[in-house]
Nanobody, 124 residues
Framework: QVQLVESGGGLVQAGGSLRLSCAASGRAFSRYAIGWFRQAPGKDREFVASVSSSNRATHYANSVKDRFTISRDNARNTVYLQMNSLKPEDTAVYYC?????????????????WGQGTQVTVSS
């Protein structure tokens, strides 16, 4: 079992940057693919980015490609989401999730463990 805790959210002006962290506890973190998702008020939770267990493969939603970067440090049991050039439409609660898999492109419904989320608000 894996427990996930997100941090790093906050209020930032459009064009600014934030770095989110997802700290994991539990065994065998390096065997889990990790994804970031977000949910804005009144909308479904959507995929943002994911990274394979080996850190060799990443995937991004088109809306964040070239602005966000996902990375992981297996020695620290932590995954990061660097968010640059933030836009008001990036405002949402951001969640990290884990699934025991070597893939990086994993459908949302396959993720087994979820954090509680961290709020990101981008003002115009």
């Amino acid at each position: 079992q894996v427990q996930l805790v997100e941090s790093g959210g906050g209020l930032v002006q459009a064009g600014g940057s934030l770095r989110l962290s997802c700290a994991a506890s539990g065994r065998a973190f390096s065997r889990y693919a990790i994804g970031w998702f977000r949910q804005a008020p009144g909308k479904d939770r959507e995929f943002v980015a994911s990274v394979s267990s080996s850190n060799r493969a990443t995937h991004y939603a088109n809306s964040v490609k070239d602005r966000f970067t996902i990375s992981r440090d297996n020695a620290r049991n932590t995954v990061y989401l660097q968010m640059n050039s933030l836009k008001p439409e990036d405002t949402a609660v951001y969640y990290c999730a884990a699934v025991l898999s070597s893939r990086s492109a994993v459908p949302k419904y396959e993720y087994d463990y979820w954090g509680q989320g961290t709020q990101v608000t981008v003002s115009s």
